[in-house]
């Protein structure tokens, strides 16, 4: 007669209070494991929730600085821009940028900062500042390589300025000025000497943009090799 399996007869209750003992066995044996398990998921929950809620409140305090120095800006008073007004009512860009850069806010203020800088002609600064964008926003992303390029530009660094408007009408089909960004591109791979390269631009210019008011200021770049 085949033997019968250890398990015959038990009942369903059976088997969960088994699964009961030897949990609470493990338990026993494992508790400070367990407590230091458990603790260090509250933790790393507590972390995670406290890092979003800062990072918010980082980019609206940001946002509310930024609003207060948009005026400012935009009337030309750079250097006020950049250190705030006598009032105190605006602590300017470069408060915002040391305090809140990491936020997107505070990306904005880096490309309006290094904007700034490049105005007063300090491209040093400008440089900095341009290349510490790491916000998601593509319009100030292809902005802040279109700077680098002016930067470069400035400096008589043709090669270098028109590779990076390169990059900046490729970050996104969505910025409206990438027919822009390579009309600059084919003025400086031109100043550059860079025939080759100047060519397939005013072919990309002609093809992706045909009804760009550019074209019609390309023909003095356009070797028609």
Known sequence: MAKLGKNVGKTHEDKLMNLYYKSTEYYE????????????????????????????????TAGIELSKVRMIYANGSFQQAINGDSLGISKGLL????NYGSSENGNIAKVMLANCYYYLRDFNNAEKYYKEYS???????????AG????YEARNDF????????????TSKMVTN???????????????????????TIKELKKDYPKSKYIGQISRYDTGE
């Open 29 to 60: 044996k494992n508790k400070n494991r367990v407590y230091t398990i458990a603790l260090s998921i509250a933790v790393a929950v507590a972390l995670v929730f406290f890092y979003f809620n800062y990072k918010t409140r980082n980019n609206e």
């Open 95 to 98: 408060y915002i940028v040391d």
């Open 135 to 145: 916000g998601n926003n593509d319009i100030y992303k292809a902005a802040s390589y």
């Open 148 to 151: 680098l390029a002016s930067v």
């Open 159 to 170: 090669s270098n300025a028109a590779k990076y408007y390169i990059q900046a009408s490729s």
């Open 178 to 200: 990438n027919d822009e960004y390579l009309f600059y591109a084919i003025k400086n791979f031109s100043l550059a000497n860079d025939n080759e390269t100047l060519k397939k």
